[in-house]
């Protein structure tokens, strides 16, 4: 278990690296702000109109309403809060992450060029490089939803259904968000989704680990905003330091 333990207590390691590097910081600020728009906007008009709504259909809003339909009208609040929670973490991690993922490539890579001392030359401009890490998005994306899909219609089964479809769409979420934060100096080598599966895999518990704190600090309300560019420089980080590069080659070969 101290891969486990390693791989989830490194984002925390991380913020000290993050913090000592202003150039990174000032950067962040750009994904931080699209992403505080869009998740700010719709857990806040979402939960309005849910709140709005269950106090008419309950009651719980006129002046005549009993404790019962308060209790109620209480008790639904809180089931719809964290279903929402769901649900905007789902869209956090799909929407989000196509629509930021050009700037967190960019924030990877200052990571890789700190650590590694040698400055990336990319063979594409902007545009193409921005397109290229929009498409990777998108098919890690198709892969995230052919898994937990078929997962939620598992959980339709009698008896153990609803068991066996969360403690494996849990295990699949912690795998998915190590391979969404190792995937970026993969990218920019240009590997297929097949050989970044692998690579993430082979990490083992040190993957689930990380991925569970990934997972962890994204599900939070509005912080998770400010930790998504921790992420991004702690997956680089443990990238390099695990020796997931060295993986690649052995792929190669």
């Known amino acids: 278990m101290n891969d486990f333990f390693f791989g989830f207590f490194y984002p ?26 869009i998740y700010g906007t719709i857990f806040y008009l979402s939960y309005s109109w849910i709140i709005g709504t269950s106090g008419e259909l309950t009651g719980a809003n006129s002046l005549g309403a009993t ?26 991690i799909t929407i989000g992450g196509i629509i930021i993922s050009p700037f967190e490539e960019h924030i990877s890579q200052m990571v890789e060029e700190i650590i590694t001392k040698t400055k ?3 063979k594409l401009n902007f545009l193409q490089d921005a397109w290229y890490s929009i498409k990777a998005e998108s098919f890690k994306l198709l892969f995230y939803f052919s898994i937990i899909i078929p997962l939620f219609f598992v959980g339709f089964i009698p008896m153990i259904g609803s068991v066996l479809a969360t403690i494996l769409g849990t295990l699949f979420s912690f795998f998915y968000n190590a391979l969404d934060y190792l995937d970026y100096p993969m990218t920019r080598r240009f590997y297929c989704l097949k050989k970044k599966i692998k690579v993430t895999h082979t990490g083992g518990l040190l993957s689930y680990g990380f991925g569970c704190m990934a997972f962890l600090m994204l599900f939070l309300p509005v912080v998770n905003v400010f930790f998504k560019p921790v992420l ?13 590069d060295k993986q690649i080659v052995d792929f190669i070969k």
């Not at 000592?20 to 702000?33: E, G, R």
């Not at 991004?232 to 997931?244: N, R």
């Open 12 to 37: 925390i390691r991380s913020l000290s690296f993050f913090f000592k590097q202003p150039k990174i910081i000032l950067y962040s600020m750009i994904p931080m702000f699209i992403n505080l728009i």
């Open 67 to 92: 404790w019962f339909q308060e209790v109620f009208h209480f008790f639904i609040l809180i089931f719809s809060f964290l279903l929402l929670l769901l649900v905007c973490y789902f869209l956090f």
């Open 120 to 122: 990336y030359d990319s």
């Open 232 to 244: 991004v420089v702690a997956g680089t980080s443990l990238f390099y330091e695990k020796g997931f």
